[in-house]
């Protein structure tokens, strides 16, 4: 009873047992499935029970871009490098490579491979990670990230090559009146291999050792070998799943191959089952170079998609860990955690002075439910999008194709009434891009505040005085996520502030996605997660021509600024020359409009849990994750 009275805690309001009765049926649906996932399989109940948010998509690593995808996979794959999550700077640690060395200009990196082996007892080698790459540099796999690899010499115009190579097979096709071609399409795999070889900067001498040359020195590149597109796939598997498309010329892979029992990993951990939209389970590998790194023996991830149930779920006792909190209710969750800190304030602000992080002054406080709850800074800014454009799609002249008008709608945006009255989870307001303190050595600069007076001073410079003769503003959004809410505060603002009639689009999240692909909009909805640790992941969202600059922003200022950093030698220098590009974006070119930066909401017991990242990059080896033994 006690269990489920606290239980209630989190999911009730002000309406108290009503609501309660109405959450019991989830309860009781949760409690079902946790009793079908023990039931119908031998195994017994895994060491850690965890919600990742969503089912994975894929795992793999050409393919994956969605978190819940490389929280997993960075359980299954290692790269040459990794990040150490746990530790305050998040360093750099040595992985598949034991030691590696830099050449003096920067552009020559040569790594040594540790003796690792595959999940079913096979070496890994240095083909694997060069078959890999080759993989997620090919345009036929359409990766999301195949742009880290094009910081290779060689790796943009092999990705060109390709993409010529294709068209031309499509061309003779049609030329000759012929649907398929099989010899013709397995010739032109067989050059692209070969061609791989000949045109890319990667060399493997012998199956130890890596060579890799840059186009130009790159002073995140460790950081970046780090994302999991640069880990191997085991290539004498993979190979057996390819599928040259004799209509196309194109290369696909089965996807069964990244199915148990025939995923074969080099990670801390293995696939034991997959049963798609329930569980997965996740357990030791054996052959893994450094077992005390890992934590626990098992982790299974049932697939809860309510997002009440993934509550009710760990407060039941069902899981021990919930790493995206998104239930209507949590900002109830996150204030009832503030009362309870205010509670114990005396405490809390001694255990602060002490240096301790936010989960272990949880641990020494009170027993208590709502210290389970984690409101952690992230590695994502929420903002809204500006069509730069100088004409919108309709063909009419943009407006917002002049600055100044970019300048005054950021500045009639109240951000502070947007994170306490419609967030309400203790986001922090976002005058920059970058989340402060993600990223050692970088300070972002001062940003715009809100100033209502200023911006209608703005507009009228640029020829609208009162908002008189400016157009009726589109907002555009995706159904769910609360984007809606955002919109109609920033609508109102707009009104208010300027006199700006506006209109509010809601879209499901493929038409979404088209329209801001295609640049078919006038403002929207935007957000971003940093992928490495450097400004640049997210300078480079406006820089002119970048697949993710949705803004249609092209500044020769700002790209200048950004080339100028890209080959400045003194790190100090350079982080100056970043934080100029970001302030040139957030205080004077406005293609976008920061509005908050993201926190991660979790759920766990901190009594029972250890080895949860704390780290702005908001980055989870769930391998590293240990249950503590409770203090009785």
């Known amino acids: 009873m006690e269990t489920f009275e606290r239980a209630s805690l989190y999911a009730c309001n002000a309406k108290g047992a009503g609501v309660l009765k109405l959450l019991l049926p989830l309860v009781l649906l949760v409690l079902a499935l946790g009793a079908t996932i023990v039931s119908d399989r031998p195994l017994p109940p895994a060491e850690l029970t965890i919600i990742n948010r969503a089912e994975v998509t894929t795992l793999d690593v050409s393919q994956i871009t969605w978190m819940q995808d490389i929280r997993v996979a960075k359980c299954l794959y290692e790269g040459l490098v990794r990040n150490d999550v746990l530790s305050p700077d998040f360093a750099i640690k040595p992985a598949a490579a034991e030691r590696w060395e830099v050449s003096s200009d920067g552009l020559r990196y040569t790594f040594h491979l540790r003796e690792t082996r595959w999940s079913d007892g096979s070496v890994v080698l240095a083909s694997d990670f060069l078959y890999s790459w080759m993989r997620s540099l090919l345009p036929d796999s359409a990766t999301d990230y195949s742009g880290f690899l094009m910081h290779i010499r060689g790796g943009r115009d092999y990705f060109q090559w390709r993409e010529r190579a294709l068209a031309d097979f499509a061309r003779s096709l049609r030329e000759r009146g012929l649907s398929e071609d099989s010899a013709a399409a397995e010739a032109l795999w067989t050059e692209t291999k070969r061609r791989f070889t000949e045109m890319v900067g990667v060399r493997s001498p012998n199956q130890r050792t890596i060579e890799i040359e840059l186009e130009r020195p790159l002073p995140y590149f460790l950081e970046m070998l780090g994302f999991i597109t640069f880990s191997p796939v085991r290539e004498q598997v993979v190979r057996r799943y390819e599928i040259v498309d004799a209509a196309s010329g194109r290369v696909k892979w089965d996807q069964s191959w990244t199915k148990p029992p025939r995923l074969v990993t080099n990670g801390p951990m293995m696939v034991d089952q997959w049963r798609f939209r329930r569980e997965m389970r996740l ?173 209608r ?144 909401i979790y759920l766990f017991d901190p009594s029972r849990l250890d080895g949860v990242s704390t780290h702005p990059r908001s980055e989870q080896h769930l391998y590293r994750m240990r249950r503590l033994t409770p203090t009785p």
């Open 283 to 455: 357990v030791r590998n054996p052959h893994y170079w450094d077992p005390a790194a890992i934590g626990v023996e098992s982790i299974s991830i049932p697939v809860i998609d309510d997002q009440v149930s993934q509550v009710l779920a760990f407060e039941t006792g069902s899981v021990d860990w919930v790493s995206d909190v998104t239930a209507p209710f949590r900002g109830e969750i996150v204030e009832r955690k503030r009362q309870f800190h205010r509670e114990h304030a005396d405490e809390v602000n001694r255990l602060r002075a002490m240096g301790l992080g936010p989960v272990e002054i949880d641990r020494r406080l009170p027993a208590d439910p709502r210290r389970n709850v984690q409101v952690l800074p992230s590695f994502g800014t929420y903002f809204w999008n500006l069509n730069c454009a100088p004409r919108l799609p309709d063909g009419r002249a943009n407006p917002m194709a002049d600055p100044r008008v970019r300048r005054a709608l950021a500045m009639a945006v109240d951000k502070e009434a947007i994170a306490t009255g419609v967030r309400r989870v203790g986001e922090a307001i976002a005058p920059t891009l970058i989340p402060p303190g993600s990223i050692a050595g970088y300070r972002s600069p001062k940003g715009l505040g809100f100033d209502p007076e200023a911006a």
């Open 457 to 600: 001073r703005l507009l009228a410079e640029a020829g609208y005085p009162g908002g008189e003769g400016f157009m009726t503003l589109d907002l555009l959004v995706n159904k769910d996520g609360g984007h809606e809410l955002i919109a109609q505060a920033i609508a109102k603002d707009w009104k208010r502030h300027l006199n700006i009639e506006t209109t509010i689009s809601v879209q499901e999240i493929k038409v979404f996605r088209d329209r801001l692909r295609t640049k078919n909009f006038v403002t929207s909805r935007g957000s971003w997660f940093g992928d490495y640790g450097d400004p640049t992941t997210f300078l480079d969202l406006n820089r002119s021509g970048d697949g993710n600059n949705d803004r249609a922003f092209a500044s020769p200022r700002f790209d200048a600024v950004l080339d100028r950093a890209a080959e400045e030698t003194d790190p100090a220098r350079r982080m100056e020359l970043l934080t100029e590009a970001e302030r040139l974006i957030v205080e004077e070119e406005l293609p976008l409009i920061p509005i908050f930066h993201y926190v991660n």
